[in-house]
């Protein structure tokens, strides 16, 4: 099977930095579309930033200029760089991604969430 799995989450101070990475794992041939999307209680969950297999990013504008989307190919991994976090962009974020697969085709797939809490 295929799976993405999110780290880097954690507490950190309005005003700082953090970095998530999003790793695919299982019989993958590539990726193409990945995205990070994030989620507070009682809200729907929101793009936040994504980039297809020819390089075009998108970002939300409550995110411009303050978070970075990247890409390792060579890793099946991909990365969202914050700064200037803000108390409002706390949420679990989530990493969702086009995955071609060897056995299974293309699939859409999302890993499980980890937690950024923006405090002081």
């Known amino acids: 099977q295929v799976q993405l799995v999110e780290s880097g989450g954690g507490l950190v101070q309005p005003g700082g930095s953090l970095g998530l990475s999003c790793a695919a794992s299982?019989?993958?041939?590539?990726?193409?579309?990945m995205a990070w999307a994030r989620q507070t209680p009682g809200k729907s969950r929101e793009l936040v930033a994504s980039?297809?297999?020819?390089?075009?990013?998108y970002y939300a504008d409550f995110v411009k200029g303050r978070f970075t989307i990247s890409r390792d190919d060579s890793r099946n991994t991909f990365y969202l760089q914050m700064n200037g976090l803000e108390p409002e962009d706390t949420a679990v974020y989530f990493c969702?991604?086009?995955?071609?697969?060897?056995?299974?085709?293309?699939?859409?797939?999302w890993g499980n969430g980890t937690l950024v809490t923006v405090s002081s």
């Open positions: 969702n991604a086009n995955v071609n697969t060897r056995f299974y085709g293309r699939m859409n797939v």
């Open positions: 980039t297809n297999g020819v390089g075009v990013r």
């Open positions: 299982g019989n993958i041939l590539s990726m193409d579309y």
